[in-house]
């Protein structure tokens, strides 16, 4: 062979290589720019538009679709399209062709060089795609998901084997970056759990000690009960000791009228009228100790399990008692209703401490010293409701959804739980009641929460 | 994707009737692409259980013989047979007798069939495979093309008879053609990749086709077709060539048709058949008023080389592009070609053995090769050489 002869075989082998090389460059170009768009896009919702842009600039299709199958009815649904109208369409498969999304035409790369001859386009989607005349259909498989990523032209013969060829080989990249971006995914998961882990072992170390000063408080109450109680009947008896005093010394007075120089000198008119007021003031905050120290036993020894008739009227009274040693720093507590009782079946420690979640709650919304929590109860029905209302500073929009999820808190790691709002909605739902936000902003927040009213009991 | 690879005798019918029995597996195949000469071709087509082995076929004949990796003893009646198993491929079959008036409508209507029995209807097969009988090679084309485009490669050969005589054939597995064709559609589940080439060099005898019909070459720059011929033989230090048939003669220097793909030019051959009287020439393959054509020059060792550098460029790219081993080959050489080397012949089946290793492959000498060219247009030319190459799985 010729020299000359020689490098023209070598040229069209070369030129053979070219077209292919060709078509590696149009793949490298759409991994490239993938790569780019991919790192520079920190939003995860845009990739597949990206993707769109990129494989138009080298195969030119009219439409695009990103498709998953949806096992729950043997059907597709279009994640992303280039066709705005499209996106989030569902489209089955035609029953007569094909039997199930994994063994469609949309599990192989496949080029329709026209869609007319083939009964396998399903007839929903030629609906959706009126004009299209030829496909490219690759499936794009991640470890999650099967995605179908579906080129159309609304010409025939819009494909050749190189189209197939480029995109066959860009899918595994696509998928590569998609597993890659279901990684970070992942890693973003797996930290929220760690936080989450880290506020579980510290609820559980907060109920740790809260239950040991539970205990402490027990015995502390025990112990202040035996002296609390004779102060309570000594005051009684010093009472009627008082009556007897000042009945004998108006005796003396009204027998002995000199004696009533005396009575005015040592000002025993006010000193028996003071005595007995403080006697009675006394005696009312003995009253008061006496009701503290039972609140706190009935928390110390919670009767989880016992189900009795409640009046909620006394409950949330007990209860604003005992949240008024912290709340009155920042915030008022105000009960309104107009009922001589509302009854329901429960437990008291339960509603109580549900109760207690949302009073604790709308006083850390409350950043101002003019805060009001306002607890209205009413009747509806056979239904008690009771609203409670404040007016801090309101839930985020992007909060709302997720107040009930357990573990979910705005508060800052080792503030709380997150468990507040998901434990008090089971708790009511155990009740067969209900809990919900009835609105929120910048002015407070108001919950609501209803509880079916015991049948024996009514008010009319 | 498992393809298995037979060379049967066929020079005694009850004989060939017993290795087919013989080879018969538990499933028949997808597809068998055969060659044979004409005697092994209707052997297989009077044989019994054929479905058994494949439940489509692609049969064709061979000028005086077929050859495979298995080198024979004697050269004749054999049949190379290659089976093709792919559960996860899909693959289809039609043929028709047709004619030179319905070639293209035909070839048409055969396609859609084809796809239709792979079960793969409107889909783009990865490769069409062809055998017709020779003049409807042009117009098999053209209707695949009016289909398709351009779009998928078509490769294959012309059916061929030993002289010329018109007793060509071909088997589908259930007929028997000899003016028409079949048509193939492959959807393997393994890459496939190919090259064709020509074994020749070109010259710088050049002229312009003033006036041809079909096949018929009339006149090359406004003179006698077959007196430029002549001259530029003359030129060369050749012999003219005298009326009447020169197949054989004209061989080592066919016309070049002259392909002009962004300013690189490429050779599509054409072979000269017989010159009339009034200084036309029939060729085995159409030129186009307008086309410039080019005095070829080829030799024993050219082509004797050329098949093995055809099959090695074609196994080559087939690791380069798709990181995959051959696992099977087809190899088309001209038999024009052939007739010219006759002696040499199992040096080309040597070449070929040497570029592919160990890998089976079969191989017929045909009337007219089908391919697709560099510049990625499917076409047909004569004293072309092919290689198809079946890759392993690259995953």
């Known amino acids: 062979m010729s020299k000359n002869e020689q490098q023209h075989e070598l040229l069209m082998q070369l030129k053979v290589e070219n077209q292919k090389l060709l078509e590696f460059k149009k793949l490298n170009n759409l991994m490239l720019k993938t790569l780019k768009a991919f790192t520079n896009n920190k939003e995860q919702s845009t990739p597949f538009r990206s993707l769109f842009e990129l494989i138009a600039q080298e195969l030119k299709p009219d439409v695009q679709l990103l498709i998953t199958c949806n096992h729950e009815n043997d059907g597709f649904f279009i994640v992303s399209s280039t066709d705005e109208m499209l996106i989030g369409r569902h489209f089955q498969l035609d029953d ?23 009964p396998k386009w399903p007839a929903s989607l030629k609906g959706l795609l009126p004009n299209a005349a030829s496909a490219l259909i690759q499936p794009v498989k991640i470890a999650s998901r099967c995605y179908a990523i579906v080129l159309v032209i609304n010409e025939v013969n819009g494909f050749d084997a ?12 696509i998928a590569s970056t998609l597993t890659l971006m279901e990684y970070r995914h992942v890693a973003a998961e797996r930290d929220t759990l760690f936080a989450q882990q880290k ?51 108006m005796e003396v007075c009204n027998s002995h009228p000199d004696s009533i120089k005396l009575y005015n000198k040592h000002n025993l008119d006010f000193i028996l009228k003071d005595s007995g007021e403080l006697i009675s003031e006394s005696l009312e905050g003995a009253r008061r100790a006496r009701d503290i120290i039972k609140n706190l036993r009935n928390f110390s020894h919670p009767d ?12 949330i009274a007990d209860t604003v008692r005992i949240a008024n040693t912290h709340v009155r720093k920042n915030a008022k507590i105000k009960i309104s209703h107009d009922l001589n009782h509302a009854f329901t079946q429960g437990n008291a420690t339960q509603l109580s401490q549900v109760i207690l979640n949302l009073i604790n709650n709308a006083q850390h919304a409350i950043e101002h010293q003019y805060g009001l929590i306002e607890i209205s109860i009413n009747k509806f029905n056979n239904w008690i409701n009771v609203e409670i209302e404040d007016n801090g500073c309101g839930i985020d929009d992007a909060d709302i959804p997720h107040i009930f999820e357990p573990f979910f808190t705005t508060k800052e790691i080792g503030q709380g739980t997150g468990l507040g709002l998901s434990i008090s909605r089971a708790i009511i739902e155990q009740h067969n009641g209900c809990i919900a936000l009835v609105h929120t902003g910048l002015k407070g927040t108001k919950f609501v929460i209803s509880l079916p009213e015991s049948n024996h009991v009514r008010d009319d | 994707m498992k393809i298995l690879r037979h060379f049967l005798n066929a020079t005694d019918p009850c004989v060939f009737q017993q290795y087919i029995g013989s080879i018969k597996q538990d499933k028949p195949a997808n597809l068998a692409i055969a060659f044979g000469n004409i005697d092994a071709i209707l052997h297989l087509s009077q044989a019994t259980e054929i479905t058994q082995l494949a439940t489509s076929w692609v049969a064709t004949s061979s000028c005086i013989t077929a050859f495979s990796d298995i080198g024979a003893e004697d050269n004749q009646n054999h049949l190379a047979i290659l089976q093709f198993y792919d559960p996860q491929g899909s693959y289809g079959v039609a043929s028709k007798q047709s004619s030179i008036d319905s070639i293209i409508e035909d070839s048409q209507q055969a396609l859609t069939l084809a796809l239709n029995a792979a079960n793969r209807p409107g889909e783009l097969p990865a490769l069409i495979w062809c055998s017709q009988s020779p003049g409807l090679e042009e117009g098999l084309l053209t209707g695949i093309r009016q289909l398709v485009g351009n779009n998928v490669p078509v490769f294959g050969g012309t059916s061929a008879d030993n002289d010329v005589s018109g007793h060509w054939c071909m088997f589908d597995g259930q007929q028997t053609i000899t003016t028409g064709f079949i048509i193939a559609v492959l959807f393997p589940s393994t890459p496939i990749n190919y ?14 086709v003033t006036s041809a019909s079909g096949r018929k070459l009339n006149t090359l720059n406004h003179q006698p077709a077959a007196s430029v011929y002549n001259q530029w033989r003359t030129m060369m230090a050749l012999p003219t060539l005298a009326n009447g048939p020169v197949l054989a003669q004209s061989t080592f220097n066919p016309l070049g048709r002259v392909i002009l793909d962004n300013d690189e030019q490429m050779t599509l051959l054409s072979h000269p058949a017989f010159i009339y009287e009034d200084g036309t020439m029939e060729l085995f393959s ?78 017929g000498f045909t009337f ?28």
């Open chain 2, 286 to 363: 159409e030129v186009y008023q307008g086309e410039q054509l080019t005095f070829m020059h080829g030799n024993q060792t050219l082509l004797i080389q050329r098949a093995q550098t055809v099959t090695h460029f074609a196994a080559q790219q087939l690791l380069d592009l798709y990181d995959s081993k051959p696992l099977a080959a087809i190899v088309i050489f001209c038999a024009g070609c052939m007739l010219a080397i006759k002696d040499e012949t199992n040096q080309v089946r040597q070449g070929v053995e040497q570029a592919l290793g160990n890998v089976p492959f079969i191989g």
């Open chain 1, 96 to 118: 007569t062709v094909n039997s199930k999304p994994e063994q469609s035409i949309f599990s192989q790369s496949t080029v329709f060089f026209n869609l007319n001859l083939t």
């Open chain 2, 195 to 208: 090259f064709f080439s020509s074994g020749y060099e070109t010259t710088r005898h050049t002229a312009i």
């Open chain 1, 304 to 315: 989880e399990n016992t189900i009795s008739t409640i009046n909620i009227l006394e409950l």
């Open chain 2, 368 to 395: 007219g090769e089908q391919g697709r060219f560099a510049d990625g247009v499917n076409r047909h030319g004569n004293l072309m050489i092919s290689a198809i190459i079946f890759g392993h799985s690259n995953e």
């Open chain 1, 162 to 173: 190189e189209a197939k060829s480029v995109m066959s080989n860009y899918s595994s990249f």
């Open chain 1, 199 to 249: 506020r579980i072992e510290q609820s559980m170390a907060r109920q740790g000690k809260l239950a040991a000063i539970g205990q402490l408080a027990a015995g502390v109450a025990h112990e202040l009960n035996n002296p609390l109680g004779f102060i309570y009947s000594n005051l009684n008896t010093f009472e009627l000791y008082l009556k007897d005093i000042n009945t004998f010394i």
